[in-house]
């Protein structure tokens, strides 16, 4: 293997792995330095940071990270960034600890090989670690539960927004960013804590999102089975999406086998039970974002998220344009009759639901995001 493979599919030498194992070994010491990190940075967090969030999510493979990429570019925006592992809670102590040691930021393709590119400074979703901590009862061994509306921890609510404000403050900006794939299974439960919130989900072809979610459970498989770290990293930074750490989210109730996921219909299904459930979960917040138009023509659709998000900036979300790219047709892999059915109704829901390009005036349809 050479140097960049392993550099990009194992993000850690053996004494990063080191201090990882440290700090998740015991996700209360983090918890605990955290009320430390509260006091040394007080003149520092302000807690109108946590106004106007904006959290992306959606199932894997939906164009999230593209969608994170941009809007992370705009100085208004604070994101969680690599250099915040492994103590991933205390962004504003771990950043003053590690100030004078910090490693040059070179860009490197991410183990996912799907050509996108991440530095230490790359915006990354590390959120996860912090629902994990609080809600334990939901992260089965082979599955992980949705989270209803009225599920309600107090103490997890001012952890999470001071950690939110901490994250601000770090970044230099005025609002949170982040995408958390796994955000698609609590959708109510946000929309109450963060009212003022903007919940982007984009919507890609489903036949094209199964072959990728495919391909890339087949890639981490492969690779956990060869480097077993990077399974551990995935599973304490609550990533289960793929490979040997994939813990399917049990939308409405049920959950599929992982032992099926290496079959495209595996892929098909949970993708149609994840969006019905999205259809009946998301409400006004929610902005629905066509990722096969915005690849086809940039720029229109990016005018009209700035105008849903109400950016400061919206030219220079456009601008980002060039970085979107269209994709080829997948070929599609036989299914029973009914459930190509169920998908092709769901997605047109989807769509139906989907911001629309701006207008010719560049101002965005701001009702579709109401």
């Not at 504003?92 to 590119?117: P, Q």
């Not at 061994?141 to 901490?166: G, L, N, S």
């Not at 995935?234 to 992982?258: K, S, T, V, Y």
């Not at 400061?312 to 790219?325: D, E, N, Y």
Request: charge should be negative.
């Amino acid at each position: 293997m050479s140097a960049p493979q392993s550099r990009a599919e194992v993000p850690y030498g053996a004494f990063d792995r080191l201090l990882h194992r440290v700090a998740f070994a015991y996700p209360g010491t983090q918890l605990a330095l955290s009320d430390i990190e509260d006091r040394l940075y007080r003149a520092r967090i302000d807690p109108n940071a946590t106004r106007r969030p904006v959290f992306i999510t959606s199932l894997p493979r939906a164009g999230t990270t593209i969608l994170l990429e941009v809007l992370s570019t705009l100085p208004e925006f604070s994101s969680a960034t690599y250099r915040q592992m492994p103590f991933t809670m205390l962004p504003l102590l771990w950043g003053s600890i590690t100030a004078g040691l910090r490693r040059e930021s070179r860009l490197t393709e991410r183990a996912h090989g799907d050509g996108l590119m991440v530095s230490f400074d790359s915006a990354e979703a590390f959120e996860e670690v912090v629902w994990m901590a609080f809600w334990r009862s939901h992260y089965a061994a082979d599955h992980i539960q949705t989270w209803a509306a009225d599920e309600v921890d107090p103490e997890f609510v001012e952890f999470f927004r001071a950690y939110i404000c901490k994250v601000v403050a770090a970044g230099g900006g005025r609002r949170y960013l982040s995408k958390n794939n796994a955000d698609i299974a609590r959708l109510g439960l946000l929309a109450r804590h963060f009212p003022d919130a903007r919940i982007v989900i984009p919507i890609r072809d489903p036949w094209r999102q199964a072959a990728s979610l495919l391909r890339q459970h087949l890639r981490f498989l492969d690779l956990h089975a060869r480097e077993p770290f990077t399974r551990r990293y995935m599973e304490d930074i609550g990533h289960f999406e793929f490979g040997e750490a994939h813990r399917p989210i049990a939308f409405n109730g049920a959950w599929r086998d992982p032992s099926g996921a290496t079959e495209p219909e595996y892929w098909l299904r949970y993708w149609a039970d994840a969006y019905e459930y999205v259809l009946t979960e998301a409400g006004r917040q929610a902005i629905f974002v066509d990722h096969d138009a915005m690849s086809a023509d940039p720029e229109p659709h990016l005018a009209a998220l700035a105008a849903a998000l109400d950016v400061a900036s919206p030219g220079a979300l456009v601008a980002t344009a060039p970085r979107f790219h269209t994709q080829p047709p997948v070929e599609r892999p036989d299914v029973p009759p009914a459930l190509a059915a169920r998908i092709a109704e769901t997605h047109a829901a989807l769509l139906a639901r989907c911001l629309g390009p701006a207008r010719p005036t560049g101002t965005g349809r701001k009702e579709a995001a109401a």
